[in-house]
T-cell receptor
Framework: KNEVEQSPQNLTAQEGEFITINCSYS?????LHWLQQHPGGGIVSLFM???GKKKHGRLIATINIQEKHSSLHITASHPRDSAVYIC???????????FGEGTQLTVNP | DTGVSQDPRHKITKRGQNVTFRCDPI?????LYWYRQTLGQGPEFLTY????????KSRLLSDRFSAERPKGSFSTLEIQRTEQGDSAMYLC??????????FGQGTRLTVV
């Protein structure tokens, strides 16, 4: 079992839909990251969370430390949101990031 | 551009050759990480430096792999005697202590 599991693996949505991507982890963490990866490989950091909720534009990230679960929401989705979204955790025992396998999001016009 | 820079972006090499990749982190960041990502998978940790000290290495990092950060600024990752299984995207990230990590565009290695 992976330490970080994401669902769904693939998600197709119509433009304008509300999107949720989930991340569950099994280790103690000091922080959780949500990352976006476009074709070509570059990774962009969207959020770093240790508790509660953060919002940036149409993106919202939440984390429940007790349940070891985080969600990334995209409101009013747009085709340019199409990318792979990756959840990564920093364990309390170290500084490396452990990544989920990513969620491929496709938003159709 | 003051982000994390990786060079080259793409590398095609014949099996058995040596390759070296470079990463220039954000200048004030003291931590530098190397990760490897194969198609359809999330990145996997290879190694990290705090300043010039290599503090942790994954068991994925076989004897053929070596990484350096000689002056605590840029880093190099060398793969000797490349194998087809080394084909992957090699990602570099930097951060200020345990702050937010910033990633480079990656170096895509293809071993033929």
């Amino acid at each position: 079992k992976n330490e970080v599991e994401q669902s769904p693996q693939n998600l197709t949505a119509q433009e304008g839909e509300f999107i949720t991507i989930n991340c569950s982890y099994s280790v103690g963490i000091s922080a959780l990251h949500w990352l976006q990866q476009h074709p070509g490989g570059g990774i962009v950091s969207l959020f770093m969370l240790s508790s509660g909720k953060k919002k940036h534009g149409r993106l919202i990230a939440t984390i429940n430390i007790q349940e070891k679960h985080s969600s990334l929401h995209i409101t009013a989705s747009h085709p340019r949101d199409s990318a792979v979204y990756i959840c990564a955790v920093r364990e309390t025992s170290g500084s490396r990031l452990t990544f989920g396998e990513g969620t491929q999001l496709t938003v159709n016009p | 551009d003051t982000g994390v820079s990786q060079d080259p972006r793409h590398k095609i090499t014949k099996r058995g050759q040596n390759v070296t990749f470079r990463c220039d982190p954000i200048s004030e960041h003291n931590r530098l990480y190397w990760y490897r990502q194969t198609l359809g998978q999330g990145p996997e940790f290879l190694t990290y430096f705090q300043n010039e000290a290599q503090l942790e290495k994954s068991r994925l990092l076989s004897d053929r792999f070596s990484a350096e950060r000689p002056k605590g600024s840029f880093s190099t990752l060398e793969i000797q005697r490349t194998e087809q299984g080394d084909s992957a995207m090699y990602l570099c990230a930097s951060s200020l202590s345990v702050g937010e990590a910033f990633f480079g565009q990656g170096t895509r290695l293809t071993v033929v």
